[in-house]
């Protein structure tokens, strides 16, 4: 059935066209909306989080359509007034869950990448469709056709599965809302990866550190360092921009601090890996920092790049 399913929504190019389409245009009215839009994005994808808010509040919403779904049946056909109660009142709380959850989506879609463009936007359509149908029910209730509504609820819910299915597709075949920053063990040890005379001024270049990339930043007399690859969804930061301090991913501009890797804003919800690093000797020499996101020099002793 999962193979019937995948073959389907590879058989819908034009959908993920459109889809394309309308996450760019949504992506770059967030962008021209300036700080102000940048940070509200950021708070519906979750930037202060840690990682994607929409899976969180999507488990809200599903809960309480499941259980309604049950509390429905047991009022349909076992005549419950309390779960008549119960079955009402878990519509209602699933389609005000439902809006939230929305919002919080289409923030992610904003960010979409493009090789995920075809689920994405089946997934976003068929979660419209299910909402309008709650909807629906909810209204059929109170109108007295509980029947009627209940019907309306249970639709909607198999088409809530559908599009459970496809947000499961979309995180683990397609990679949406996981970190794809590379892993680094180390060095633990100061460690040179470059000749000094070869890393330029004020311009990103990556270097390979343990088979990884590690994006280097000249300023002066001080190396800033973090991993290279997006966490958002890979993207090669040395060939992004950077102004005041920070570099902004090329792919779906997520900004990411150079001096410790944190998220300055989304998509991304992950920090980059972050180096401490220094020049000695005609070298540039790199250590992990301690915890990414939160680059630490010990106590006495001066690093370039890591924060003061």
Same mark, same amino acid.
């Given at each position: ?20 389409? #309308?996450? =760019? @245009? !949504? ?6 909306? +300036?700080? &102000? ?5 950021? /708070? ?54 439902? #809006?939230? =959850? @929305? !919002? ?6 904003? +960010?979409? &990448? ?5 689920? /994405? ?188």
């Amino acid at each position: 059935m999962a193979d019937q399913l995948e073959q389907a929504v590879a058989r819908t190019p034009e959908v993920g066209e459109w889809g394309m389409r #309308a996450s =760019t @245009a !949504l992506h770059q009215t967030i962008l021209q909306g +300036g700080e &102000p839009a940048r940070y509200v994005a950021d /708070a519906l994808h979750g930037t202060w989080l840690g990682h994607p808010l929409h899976p969180v509040l999507t488990e809200i919403t599903i809960g309480a359509w499941c259980v309604g779904g049950v509390m429905d049946a047991m009022a349909e056909f076992g005549g419950s007034s309390k779960a008549a109660w119960a079955g009402d009142r878990l519509a209602e709380i699933g389609a005000a869950s439902a #809006a939230a =959850t @929305a !919002l919080t989506g289409l923030a992610d879609f904003s +960010g979409l &990448p493009q090789w995920a463009a075809k689920p /994405a936007t089946l997934h976003a359509a068929i979660n419209g469709v299910s909402a309008g149908l709650y909807a629906a029910s909810i209204v059929e209730r109170r109108r007295g056709n509980h029947s009627r509504g209940r019907a309306l609820g249970w639709t909607a819910l198999a088409m809530t599965a559908a599009s459970a299915w496809l947000g499961g597709m979309l995180v683990y075949k397609h990679g949406v809302g996981v970190d794809h920053s590379e892993r680094f063990t180390g060095p633990k040890d100061w460690t040179p990866v470059l000749d000094e005379r070869d890393l330029p001024l004020g311009r990103p270049m990556r270097v390979e550190v343990e088979g990884a990339g590690v994006l280097l930043y000249r300023e002066g007399g001080r190396v800033l360092a973090i991993g290279s690859v997006c966490s958002h969804a890979g993207g090669p930061l040395e060939e992004g921009w950077v102004r005041d301090g920070c570099v902004q991913c090329p792919w779906h501009d997520s900004v990411f601090r150079l001096s410790d890797g944190a998220v300055v804003h989304g998509p991304a919800t992950r920090p980059q890996p972050s180096f401490d690093a220094r020049l000695r000797d005609g070298k540039v020499e790199l250590r992990l920092a301690n915890d990414p996101g939160a680059g630490a020099t010990p106590a006495g002793e001066t690093v370039a790049g890591a924060p003061s």
